[in-house]
């Protein structure tokens, strides 16, 4: 047992069970009452509980805090039953029955990234599929395949390389968006097919690649839009209450507050694979936002200078300039990780993949774990 006590699925269940409630009732009062057992059982599952397994509990201490912030975004910060609707929605929700608005509350909880609401980010989503409910799980499969084989494929190369044990020396890159990808299709074919949503309902979870010519576009558009509502909601609130004027300081302060909560989320699930406060995750997040300063301030340079640069040769300065900057800044939130052992029998519970790595290593010489 790593932590003070084992992790208990009632917690979690609790936590899920108090948030749907919290969005269910009908008085903010009420709402605000909730969030604070939600508070104090999230706070002990993170800081109190663990298991033998790094990854699930890597998993379950982001999660609990994504869904802390998230609830004090719906139940605390905002008339969560009056301020968000569904598109084409025109009832007020809060004078329906009980089991209209859990309804209400199940669909909204399972809206992560607001898909199919008031508050979608449509301008930082892909544009939703306009395939038939056949073509789309057809292709959902075939990316779940591709998935699956890049995974493993990663998962081989975690075994060859000797940077992702314990005790190894340094590493520079993983393969670290493949499992929410493959989590994010499955969810969407099974919901597809059990026709509790549609192919449009189900944008895809991440942008194209090539839209990663700078920071900026990769978390705003490549990355998962998962935590923006939450995120940008928190920013908001706090520039209010410091009475921040608009202007380009409240841009960059709401930025700075959205990317310190995104690394205190992860800093959480640090806490929870090392048991101690040496994670990377808040300095990583953090950076980011000083990157995305950074690179607006040499465009603007560029802007005033009169330089016109041609847009081919501002694509590959500006991938170049991603690549560079992610392989100096994901070894500082993932390093910890590996050194805590998440790694050390790999990431993938394939029996293949090991089998396959010692053949390999036999063949070229190299040590395998």
């Known amino acids: 047992m790593r932590g003070t006590a084992d992790t208990d699925p009632r917690l979690i269940l609790s936590i899920f069970g108090?948030?749907?409630?919290?969005?269910?009732?009908t008085s903010p009062s009420t709402r605000k009452a909730i969030f604070a057992p939600i508070f104090a059982l999230s706070i002990y599952l993170v800081l109190f509980t663990a298991s033998d397994d790094l990854p699930t509990d890597y998993f379950v201490g982001c999660s609990t805090m994504i869904n802390l912030f998230r609830m004090s975004d719906l139940l605390l910060l905002s008339d969560v039953q009056k301020d968000l609707r569904r598109h084409g929605e025109?009832?007020?929700?809060?004078?329906?029955?009980?089991?209209?608005?859990?309804?209400?509350?199940?669909?909204?909880?399972?809206?992560?990234?607001?898909?199919?609401?008031?508050?979608?980010?449509?301008?930082?989503?892909?544009?939703?599929?306009?395939?038939?409910?056949?073509?789309?799980v057809l292709q959902q499969i075939l990316k779940l395949g591709q998935a699956h084989v890049v995974f493993n494929f990663g998962n081989l190369l975690v075994l060859l390389n000797s940077s992702f044990s314990k005790?190894?020396?340094?590493?520079?890159?993983?393969?670290?968006?493949?499992?929410?990808?493959?989590?994010?299709?499955?969810?969407?074919?099974?919901?597809?097919?059990?026709?509790?949503?549609?192919?449009?309902d189900w944008p895809s979870l991440f942008g194209p690649v090539?839209?990663?010519?700078?920071?900026?576009?990769?978390?705003?558009?490549?990355?998962?839009?998962?935590?923006r509502k939450f995120l940008t909601g928190h920013g908001t609130t706090f520039t209010k209450a410091l009475r921040i004027p608009k202007g380009r300081f409240k841009t960059y302060f709401s930025l700075y507050v959205a990317f310190f909560i995104?690394?205190?989320?992860?800093?959480?699930?640090?806490?929870?694979?090392?048991?101690?406060?040496?994670?990377?995750?808040?300095?990583?997040?953090?950076?980011?936002?000083?990157?995305?300063?950074?690179?607006?301030?040499?465009?603007?340079?560029?802007?005033?200078?009169?330089?016109?640069v041609p847009s081919l040769l501002a694509r590959v300065i500006g991938y170049t300039w991603v690549v560079a900057w992610f392989s100096f800044a994901i070894p500082i939130w993932m390093e910890p990780h590996v050194k805590a052992g998440i790694t050390s029998d790999g990431v993938s519970g394939s029996s293949v993949v090991p089998v396959l790595a010692r053949e390999i290593a036999s063949r070229l010489r190299l040590e395998v774990r």
């Open 18 to 25: 108090l948030s749907v409630g919290g969005l269910t009732a």
């Open 262 to 308: 995104s690394g205190l989320i992860h800093y959480f699930g640090d806490f929870m694979i090392i048991q101690d406060w040496s994670g990377g995750s808040l300095i990583y997040f953090t950076l980011q936002a000083c990157a995305i300063t950074f690179e607006d301030a040499v465009q603007g340079l560029v802007r005033r200078s009169g330089i016109k």
């Open 90 to 136: 025109t009832r007020d929700i809060s004078k329906e029955p009980f089991l209209t608005r859990l309804k209400w509350a199940l669909s909204l909880y399972a809206s992560l990234r607001g898909v199919g609401w008031s508050h979608e980010p449509t301008s930082h989503l892909p544009p939703p599929s306009k395939t038939t409910r056949t073509q789309f």
């Open 210 to 227: 090539s839209g990663a010519f700078t920071v900026r576009s990769y978390w705003g558009r490549v990355w998962h839009q998962v935590l």
């Open 167 to 200: 005790d190894g020396p340094p590493f520079s890159s993983q393969p670290w968006w493949l499992r929410p990808t493959a989590i994010g299709q499955t969810l969407q074919v099974n919901g597809v097919v059990a026709r509790l949503s549609t192919p449009k």
